[in-house]
């Protein structure tokens, strides 16, 4: 009797032994299984952030936030545009996540022409708008009757006119007007004629007419230098922020917020600073 119970009480233990070795097979793998699922969750924890933006100079700044946001888990696409409506229309229809490119006057015009929901969220830099030689090499040999060429769209107009006019060329009837156009003009001594154009083609035309006022980024994607080559340059009090926007509604989202804490980082700042060398200067 004594040995049928001692075989029998062997005989349990060794069951237990190995249903507890089965037990901590499966607790493993139950482990590995939510492992793998942390990881895959992870995974998809991976935002995409598309923002459109000019080549020159709001791309290649772009360009610099992107290991940094990929840090976050955000991955930025930088998608560029050459003209200054369809960035616009692609983030109020849903096709951008948000702009680089513009300055606050013209954003505020864009939405009440067009009918757009779109907002600032961030300022970013300033790029003087300059005045260039074309026939003429500076603004004392300017003849009577010099043709210049200026923006055609009406902030970036407005403000080639007040350049001109703190140079003495003409004066305006409201010098606080940002959308003058050559109506505006009450005094024009030296008789100019302004040929409005698309702000990205002027450049083209430098050699067809005396002057040109062109917006710094067109101006360095042509290769021209704001600082050195400019006969004459806004002061570095400009209203005329450039500003990332989104569709009113998206200000708070996260990845957004992300990308305006790296703009204004002091790695952003050092590059524009450094990179730039006048022709952009931080606005933050």
Not at 57 to 85: F, M, R
Not at 92 to 99: I, K, M, W
Not at 108 to 118: D, I, S, Y
Request: hydrophobic share 40%; glycine share 6%.
């Amino acid at each position: 009797m004594k040995k049928k119970l001692l075989a029998l009480l062997l005989g349990l233990t060794l069951c237990l032994s190995l249903a507890a070795c089965g037990g901590s097979a499966d607790d493993s793998g139950a482990a590995d299984d939510g492992a793998a699922t942390e990881a895959g969750s992870d995974a998809a924890e991976t935002v995409t952030l598309t923002v459109a933006a000019s080549p020159t100079p709001h791309a290649e700044i772009l360009n610099q936030c992107v290991p940094i946001l990929a840090e976050q888990g955000i991955e930025l696409v930088v998608n560029e545009y050459s003209d200054y409506v369809v960035p616009n229309t692609a983030v109020e229809d849903g096709d951008e996540d948000a702009n680089y490119f513009q300055h606050l006057p013209y954003l505020e015009e864009f939405n009440e022409t067009r009918g757009t929901h779109l907002v600032s969220v961030a300022g970013v830099h300033i790029e003087p708008m300059g005045i260039y030689a074309g026939r003429v090499s500076s603004l004392e040999d300017l003849p009577d009757g010099a043709v210049i060429a200026v923006p055609n769209d009406a902030t970036n107009e407005g403000r080639a006119l007040l350049l001109l006019e703190a140079q003495g060329l003409i004066t305006l009837d409201d010098s606080s007007n940002l959308t003058a156009t050559p109506n505006n003009i009450v005094d024009n001594p030296k008789n100019l004629e302004f040929q409005e154009l698309e702000a990205a083609t002027i450049p083209s035309v430098l050699a067809d007419v005396d002057l040109a006022v062109i917006n710094s980024n067109y101006a360095l994607g042509a290769g021209l230098n704001p600082t050195t080559d400019a006969l004459a340059i806004e002061s570095s009090d400009s209203p005329y922020v450039n500003v990332l926007v989104v569709k009113e509604g998206n200000e708070n989202n996260e990845a957004i917020q992300a990308l305006v804490d790296a703009l204004h980082s002091d790695t952003i700042r050092d590059y524009i600073t450094e990179t730039f060398d006048g022709a952009v200067v931080p606005a933050f």
